[in-house]
């Protein structure tokens, strides 16, 4: 499966975006997936997961509250809705199987400056 990822850009402090994520064929929902970032000079480090066909979420502390993820199987599409956006979220975005994840698309660009 390969990933392609949207919905990145420049944006302020305080505001908010919503991330796309298009897979290249279906995916189970027994197959949790999931948001990763990497900022620069940074380990990618994981954003958030959903699991149990929708049913189950999980986010790291630092977006807990602001980031909410979500899926549509029948679009083959993952979603993060960011909100609240601080400067410490810039990164670029990728979307991945939650286990083992590899693969790795082009990722997306979002960037939190006033």
């Known amino acids: 499966v390969q990933f392609v990822e949207s919905g990145g850009g420049l944006v302020q402090p305080g505001g908010s975006l919503t991330l796309s994520c298009e897979f290249s064929?279906?995916?189970?929902?027994?197959?949790?997936m999931g948001w990763y970032r990497q900022a620069p000079g940074k380990q990618r480090e994981w954003v958030a997961s959903?699991?149990?066909?929708?049913?189950?979420?999980a986010y790291a502390d630092s977006v807990k509250g602001r980031f909410a993820i979500s899926i549509e199987y029948a679009k083959k599409g993952v979603y993060l809705q960011m909100n609240s956006l601080r400067p410490e979220d810039t990164a670029v975005y990728y979307c991945?199987?939650?286990?083992?994840?590899?693969?790795w698309g082009q990722g997306t660009q979002v960037t939190v400056s006033s």
């Open positions: 991945n199987r939650a286990i083992g994840p590899s693969d």
């Open positions: 959903i699991a149990l066909g929708g049913k189950a979420v």
């Open positions: 064929q279906s995916v189970s929902v027994f197959i949790p």
